[in-house]
């Protein structure tokens, strides 16, 4: 007699049988529960807690809010008063976190031994060899340095106290990229240093000359939020606006691409270039006679920068050159943006905004505002100081010279002319090799500070949650060594860094402070992240006293046969970001190489020198070698070969190490380019990228219109399938109550990656390192489409944020035989972790290819785990996974409204990804709501609406709005 | 062959009854846990009429409904411990030599990690505790009276109309 099973029973019971332990979430969840002694009051368990701080991830500044579950920081956001972020944040902001949970993170105090080994001491072992180092170098003058990145005007001002009270001048402030070219041109144009604010939404047309503003120049999510309103065109028809740009440079960045014409520039040309169109401004009569401008100084400085000449060294087109100028001097705002390592290009921008008369319109200048004292010591003066025997201790903290500084510096061979090397950071760097002591600092989230971006927007720091690891404060170690070393007891008087930032804002604010006293000023301060407020933006003038000498170009690389040109990579910065695997798995944006560094080489370069791709190239310049796989690409000048910054590390953590090249061990100091010599190296070396190639292969997946046709007002018909029209077999779906939905306007994307950061750390998502991406298991839920057209009428390079479409139709749900892709009636494709079986069946279906499946357990070294959101599930190996449009924060917003019995309201759910968006490309919302933002979005721009692959009749959720360009043959 | 697929079959479904039975299904509540004090639901629920919420008290606005806090226990066994003739509950909780009172409560109802559950939206809506917890009130120690198991939830869930998605619970 057979046995009758049902289909369902027998898949029931199988699956119980194999599955009982293996299912993640089956094992003993947490068997204790621990009360508090005394709760805090402000501390719900279950519930997140919210911290405004200040990032200081890099220079710009911007304000943050901390997501604390259970006194964990689980999510950094945008803070929304800040004026410079304004709720956004960047993909290098969101990886702070993997700083702060690094498993690599010096736990302890160490000293290093005899043997050159590091061992593990107490604090007060440490503490008293340094205080002893310091009461005996305090005795001489300028025995003790201290090298640290430009900081917060606290900790500047308790710097300052420390090393005065200690007998010395030599405060050293060293960032591998700290905007010396800009400074020095500010200096020669306007005779000193100012602040500047630019404001690109206020402009009709851009110049960049190689300032990267999207991803690493000034105020990256800043600028990209007012390059979104420039770049966004409104208003179809025929007085439709839309901001011209134009970037000027070696290399294709996105920045460059996401420009409406990218000019492939010899790296020596790029300020002469800019000077011809000052000279073409110039010349028609353009410039707008303002006060303190000598028309015939500049006149006489621009004269040998003839278009022509220039065009046939610089590589662009004479005609070119002269329409630049007409649009620049003729557009009612324009800005020009200098990102060059060359001070020259730097100066042209500045003459350029000046003589067009925008500065006070598209750019502002403050005045700097500096606490009164010595100003700091740049790094070849400690350097010299140290290698004449001079400085007895040398305290290094949060900065990385020994892998940033130019050969040409020796730093390394001066540091260890030094008795007492102190390092203090968090995860031990190529730096930290070099010295006696290691002191793990708390990471600035741990950490109290303040930032000032400009005058004006004084961001405050606090600690957001308690350390990770066995550290203490910067400011305390500055504080204690005060008290105990220092020969004037009364330098830095506090208990502890809280009350010295405090004291400092006392002093600083004294005349902003209200009727209410300053604990009211603070505490204000603390909730909102800093205090914001007008400042009056100088009144400049160009300084007349600058003469044609001033201007040099780089004479170097003039006829050098091949260019080195370094460049910041977008998330590893200047290596800072290496040891964060995020950064190091969100794929380059242009390039789409993950986990390595590589060398860009044009094709006509890479024929002459008869290399391939993935082949070992050998650039050696007076100052090194290094050796990097070439990565072939038409997004580079011929003269030129772009290497990244940020890989190459022989220490700095297990992600950072022993990975791609350094191209700051061939540079010369302050330098990002330098003539090389090329030599083939032994082998390949593959570059790994998550896609595969960069053709649409006919389906037109990011859809297009050029601005004639904007302007013509006409919808462009939708691509057709050769197949036969659908029709419905289904029911429509219904859906009573929402159904969420999302915009995303192609203009306003600037190819970032902050979205792919923010989702990684809201949704557990894993990473998997670059063997696994070579094998095409990358987990991204949200990734970067590129696609790079070929055609001269089609814009330079696409982008195109790809992720589940949560389709009404969707293809993933009918052949999964155990529904663990459901329909939600909110319109969501549901992926039931718990159900599923791992076919893959949905994954094959899924026409948008946006699932992903665990091959492997995921793992996130200790402490990195600290950082999982606790609201979503970590899945296990086995299961499919993909977007949920943030499922678990619209479940929190309905509990949220149904506990308050309201109804949810727009933007109250905001998933992560559009939540980080500086560019605010991404809205979300409910499409039964014809009110919401998202659907007003929709209507405002009816004429961009399309949906990704819309003839296969899948009805997605998300709508795209198509991308607006102007046709690259018009250059 | 076709008997050799049928008899495969009986042993995959007996193995797999088998292992459901023997399995500890550790997702599921405990009847087997003591805690390390004597604590009795059933005198402070019920024979004091102590709300649910005074001690609980994040049930109404968070995800957990949170143990009281020592502070809470103190509250009542030192300050009024005279006026309502309580016991005085002085070893180890008022003894000030001790470090911070560590008491580590067992936990009875335990959720697998696949499942999201809120305390406050049952509570808003009126569920009372007993619902899932049973008569609390007349327990000194705290024993499950439900399986709680994703029938037991969707049975009340359609019996109440309200959403029976996947993702009410799984995300």
Same mark, same amino acid.
């Given at each position: ?12 019971? $199988? ?18 529960? @621990?009360? =508090? ?115 917060? !005007? ?65 105020? !990256? ?18 007085? $439709? ?202 990471? &600035? ?132 970001? $290496?040891?964060?695997?995020?950064? /190091? ?9 993950? &986990? ?25 310049? !007076? ?31 297990? =992600? ?29 070396? %593959? ?200 499922? /678990? ?6 509990? /949220? $409204? ?43 721009? %009816? ?29 | ?92 909780? @008022? ?77």
């Amino acid at each position: 007699m057979p046995v009758e099973v049902s289909r369902r029973s027998f898949l029931k019971l $199988a699956a119980a049988s194999g599955a009982a332990a293996a299912v993640p979430g089956c094992k003993p969840a947490a068997r204790h529960l @621990i009360p =508090y002694v005394i709760p805090d009051d402000d501390v719900i368990p279950g519930t997140p807690a919210f911290f405004a701080s200040s990032c200081n991830e890099c220079a710009a500044g911007c304000g943050v809010v901390a997501r604390v579950r259970e006194g964990r920081v689980i999510k950094l956001e945008g803070n929304p008063v800040d004026p410079i972020s304004q709720g956004a944040s960047c993909a290098r902001g969101q990886a702070a976190l993997q700083g702060l949970y690094n498993p690599d993170r010096l736990q302890r105090p160490h000293r290093r031994g005899a043997d050159g080994l590091i061992n593990p001491i107490p604090w007060d072992a440490a503490m008293g060899q340094i205080n002893k180092a310091l009461r005996e170098a305090a005795a001489g003058s300028d025995q003790i340095a201290f090298i640290g990145p430009p900081m917060g !005007p606290a900790h500047e001002w308790m710097v300052e106290q420390w090393i005065g009270a200690l007998n010395s001048r030599m405060r050293v402030a060293y960032a591998p990229l700290d905007g010396a070219q800009q400074r020095a041109a500010m200096q020669l144009c306007f005779g000193r240093e100012f602040v500047p604010a630019y404001h690109i939404d206020r402009a009709e047309v851009l110049l960049s000359l190689r300032a990267d503003f999207l991803e690493t120049w000034g105020s !990256p999510v800043e600028l990209a939020r007012q390059y979104a309103v420039f770049h966004t065109p409104v208003n179809p028809g025929a007085n $439709a606006k839309f901001g011209l740009a134009y970037y000027v440079g070696p290399r294709m960045s996105i920045t460059a691409a996401k420009c409406d014409y990218f000019l492939p520039c010899h790296p020596a040309y790029e300020a002469a270039v800019g000077l011809a169109i000052l000279r073409v401004i110039l010349d028609k009569g353009l410039a707008h006679p303002a006060p303190g401008l000598d028309m015939q100084a500049l006149r006489n400085l621009v004269a040998p920068f003839d278009p022509a000449a220039v065009a046939t060294k610089a590589g662009i087109r004479a005609e070119t050159i002269e329409k630049m100028a007409q649009q620049f001097g003729q557009a009612d705002g324009a800005v020009a943006l200098a990102g060059s390592d060359d001070e020259a290009a730097h100066v042209a921008a500045w003459l350029l905004n000046a003589a067009t008369g925008n500065l006070g319109k598209t750019v502002d200048l403050y005045e700097p505002e500096t606490p009164a004292g010595a100003p700091a010591q740049n790094l070849d003066v400690a350097v010299q100081a140290m290698h004449d025997g001079k400085i007895k201790v040398a305290l290094i903290a949060n900065t990385n010279p020994q892998f940033s500084a130019s050969p040409q510096v020796h730093f390394g061979e001066a540091l260890r002319k030094v008795p007492l090397v102190v390092w203090c950071g968090n995860v031990p760097d190529e730096t930290a090799q070099l010295a006696h002591l290691l002191l793990p600092v708390n990471h &600035w989230v741990e950490d109290w500070g303040d930032t000032c971006a400009r005058p004006g927007v004084y961001g405050l720091r606090q600690p957001t949650m308690t350390r990770v690891v066995y550290s203490k404060p910067l400011g305390d170690i500055l504080i204690e060594t005060a008290r105990a070393a220092a020969p004037k007891a009364s330098a830095l008087p506090f208990e502890n860094t809280q009350d010295a930032v405090r004291a400092f804002w006392q002093q600083r604010f004294k005349n902003h402070v209200g009727a209410e006293g300053f604990d009211a000023f603070w505490d204000q301060a603390l909730r909102e992240g800093g205090y914001f407020t007008n400042v009056k933006p100088a009144a400049v003038k160009l300084q007349p006293a600058f003469s044609q000498s001033a201007i040099k170009l780089p004479e170097d690389l003039e006829g050098a046969e091949l260019i080195l040109n370094a460049f910041p990579h977008p998330y590893l910065y200047d290596g800072s970001g $290496a040891d964060k695997p995020w950064l /190091q798995e969100i794929a380059e944006p242009v390039s789409q190489i993950v &986990w390595d560094s590589w060398a860009e080489v044009h094709p006509d370069t890479a024929k002459r020198l008869n290399v391939n791709k993935n082949d070992l190239i050998q650039l050696t310049s !007076p100052l090194g070698t290094i050796e990097v796989p070439v990565h072939i690409t038409t997004g580079v000048h011929p003269a030129a070969i772009a290497v990244p910054i940020g890989q190459g590390h022989t220490s700095y953590g297990r =992600y950072a190490r022993n990975r791609g090249a350094n191209p700051w061990a061939v540079l010369p100091p302050g330098r990002l380019t330098i003539a090389i010599k090329y030599n083939r190296g032994v082998g390949q070396r %593959e570059l790994v990228s998550p896609v595969y190639t960069g053709d649409m292969y006919n389906r037109p997946i990011v859809e297009t219109m050029t601005l004639a046709e904007f302007q013509r007002g006409e919808k462009p018909q939708p691509w057709e399938e050769p197949y036969p029209s659908p029709s419905e077999l289904y029911q429509p779906v219904v859906y009573p109550k929402h159904e969420w939905g999302m915009t995303i306007d192609l203009n306003a994307c600037t190819g970032c990656g902050a979205c792919i950061a923010a989702c990684y750390a809201e949704n557990n998502v894993p990473f998997v390192g670059k063997e696994e991406v070579r094998r095409g298991h990358i987990m991204q839920w949200i990734r970067l489409e590129r696609y790079l057209p070929e055609t001269a009428d089609s814009p330079t390079l696409l982008t195109m944020p790809m992720l589940c479409q949560q389709c009404s139709h969707a293809p993933c749900e009918p052949v999964c035989p155990v529904f663990a892709a459901v329909h939600s009636n909110e319109g969501l494709n549901l992926q039931v972790y718990n159900r599923c079986i791992g076919t893959r069946y949905c994954e094959n279906n899924c026409p948008y290819k946006v699932r992903h499946f665990n091959w492997f357990k995921p793992a996130w070294p200790k402490p990195l785990n600290l950082q999982l959101n606790p609201d979503v599930t970590v899945r296990g190996a086995g299961v499919m996974e993909k977007c949920t449009f943030c499922v /678990q924060r619209i479940r929190f917003g309905e509990i /949220q $409204a149904l506990t308050e019995n309201r109804n949810v309201r727009d933007g109250e759910i905001v998933p992560a990804c559009a939540e980080a968006c500086p560019s605010r490309a991404i809205t979300f919302g409910d499409m039964k709501d014809p009110d919401s933002a998202m659907m007003k979005r929709r209507r405002e721009h %009816e004429i961009r609406v399309y949906k990704a692959l819309e003839p296969l009749n899948t009805l997605p959720a998300i709508t795209y709005l198509r991308q607006v360009y102007r046709p690259r043959g018009e250059v | 062959m076709k008997y050799g697929a049928i008899g495969v079959a009986v042993l995959i479904l007996i193995g797999g009854i088998s292992m459901a039975l023997l399995s500890q299904r550790p997702w599921l509540a405990r009847s087997d846990v003591v805690q390390p004090i004597p604590f009795s639901h059933r005198i402070h629920a019920g024979i004091r009429h102590i709300p649910c919420q005074y001690c609980h008290e994040y049930a109404r606005r968070s995800e957990n409904s949170g143990v009281p806090p020592i502070e809470r226990c103190v509250g009542c066994h030192a300050s009024l411990a005279q006026q309502f003739a309580l016991h005085p509950v002085d070893k180890p909780w @008022i003894d000030h030599e001790q470090a911070a009172f560590d008491v580590r409560w067992n936990r009875v109802y335990t959720l697998p990690d696949f499942v999201r559950f809120y305390h406050s939206p049952h509570i808003h809506a009126g569920i009372a505790c007993q619902r899932c917890h049973g008569p609390v009130e007349t327990m000194d120690r705290v024993t499950p009276v439900y399986e709680i198991n994703m029938g037991f939830c969707l049975n009340c869930h359609t019996q109440r109309h309200v959403s029976i998605e996947c993702s009410t619970c799984h995300y």
